[in-house]
T-cell receptor
Framework: GEDVEQSLFLSVREGDSSVINCTYT??????LYWYKQEPGAGLQLLTY?????DMKQDQRLTVLLNKKDKHLSLRIADTQTGDSAIYFC????????????FGSGTRLSIRP | EAGVTQFPSHSVIEKGQTVTLRCDPI?????LYWYRRVMGKEIKFLLH????????ESGMPNNRFLAERTGGTYSTLKVQPAELEDSGVYFC???????????FGQGTRLTVV
């Protein structure tokens, strides 16, 4: 079946690193995504990784994929107040790339 | 360039009434998708249009929901009659080709009372 799970809340001190974790069940997933939703805004694609990759880095963002354990993580270095948002983990398959399966979202809050 | 726009941003209706949500995709995007997030849970796929044709409507919950995309431009999603469990945020997205980045609108928050 298709299921993406992530914890609901994460609180991090400003300047520290944030690590948001996600697990998925569908081993045929081809694309794995992280979306960000700021208050009152739509979903913004932050980054994505192909299932044949282990890691992808983009400035302060690092995505790690453990395909064996079906575990995806998003690390945000030097977390800032502007990083406060809900982060959605998602996956899709090449055969049905139009259908993205989302997790419930992790609300990241930043402490001063 | 304008992004995906959705109207209205908020809607509060009574149970049994009808509501129509509208989505204007990015110009030139043939692919249009509807998703919804109910009760703070995961965002779920509803359906996918390619131009005016329904490519995949496997996520539509029941026949109270009707999506249209006449002319292959904007799309509407009608809920008739609305039930309490239909409350949530309805997102629209569009992409140029299947498998390329889908750009999401800001969503319509629907509250059925």
């Amino acid at each position: 079946g298709e299921d993406v799970e992530q914890s609901l809340f994460l609180s991090v001190r400003e300047g520290d690193s944030s690590v948001i974790n996600c697990t998925y069940t569908d081993s045929s997933s081809t694309y794995l995504y992280w979306y960000k939703q700021e208050p009152g805004a739509g979903l913004q694609l932050l980054t994505y990784i192909f299932s044949n990759m282990d890691m992808k880095q983009d400035q302060r963002l690092t995505v790690l994929l453990n395909k064996k354990d079906k575990h995806l993580s998003l690390r945000i270095a030097d977390t800032q107040t502007g990083d406060s948002a809900i982060y959605f983990c998602a996956e899709s398959k090449r055969s049905s790339a139009s259908k993205i399966i989302f997790g419930s979202g992790t609300r990241l809050s930043i402490r001063p | 360039e304008a992004g995906v726009t959705q109207f209205p941003s908020h809607s509060v209706i009574e149970k049994g009434q009808t509501v129509t949500l509208r989505c204007d995709p990015i110009s030139g995007h043939d692919n249009l998708y509807w998703y919804r997030r109910v009760m703070g849970k995961e965002i779920k796929f509803l359906l996918h249009f390619v131009k005016e044709s329904k490519q995949d409507e496997s996520g539509m919950p029941n026949n109270r929901f009707l999506a249209e995309r006449t002319g292959g431009t904007y799309s509407t999603l009608k809920v008739q009659p609305a039930e309490l469990e239909d409350s949530g945020v309805y997102f629209c997205a569009s992409s140029q080709k299947v498998g390329t980045e889908a750009f999401f609108g800001q969503g319509t928050r629907l509250t059925v009372v």
